[in-house]
């Protein structure tokens, strides 16, 4: 299998020639190609699919593969910080089925007491209380979460685990301001992907193999993820009329939380996961 007819597929759709990009993708999925026949499946159905409307197969994605030991690796980073900072409180962004937080609250010597979750997904927010009907679970976005605010509402800490990216960055911005003053500590973990430039050569090339070497790591349950998530994903990265996912690097992070008036900034590796490096973010709400 070339990944050269992947990369091209993938800089059509970005130039918005589907049709190109149908061909290209016929010819590598002929080769083997798992991406190739998921984004063919995705554009012949019109790809309107957000990557988080099939529970089943992100919550596949997530407990296999490479993100078995990358959320090993989360659950014991954010284990540290509550041992190390000592939350009362915390609030938990974009939490999905509790991957990340359900794991560090069982590692940590010190958990926080009190935890609220925010999640937009009904599947996934009921699958997590469920497992914990101590949490007090909100079902919103983070925009609508971060507007609705009350100068009462206040948490030591606030964390997200690889749900930022999921919000447009204006959006993220808006709600990061917001959110600032009602929390005492913010930490994000996010991957600190390859900074290249949009629709470069480089970037197709590079998106094509982080795709593909994702897929061929779930075997049986490769189609189900290639198609139920992954796809949807990255057709969320590269449509610009139809964007649902705004990764960036860690530096670009940075700047972000300083716009939204976050200091103290502090970055640590968390795990070499096969996509990009996973980072913890640190930030304090308060000079």
Known sequence: MSLNDLSAALAAIVAGRDDDATHALRRVSGDGSIMARALLHALNDGATGGAYDEAAAFQTFIRAGGNVPLYASVGDTLAAVYDE?????LLDIGTGDGMALLPALAKASHPPADVT?????PGLLASLTARRPDVRAIAATLEAFAASLTENDRWDLAQSTFALQSVAPEARREALRLLR????????????????????????ASLARRYERAASEYGADAELVAGGFLAPMLL????????????????AWIDELRDCGFVRIYVEHVHDYSWAPAMLLSASSQA
Not at 85 to 89: D, N, V
Not at 182 to 199: K, N, S, T, Y
Not at 236 to 251: C, F, T
């Open 181 to 204: 003053p009602h929390v005492g500590e913010l930490a994000i973990v996010e991957f600190d992907v390859p900074d290249l430039a949009w629709a470069s050569d480089e970037m197709s």
């Open 85 to 89: 900072r000592r939350p009362a409180t």
């Open 236 to 251: 969320g990265q590269i449509r610009a009329a139809r964007p649902s996912n705004w990764e960036q690097p860690i530096a």
């Open 117 to 121: 979750v925010v999640e937009p997904h």
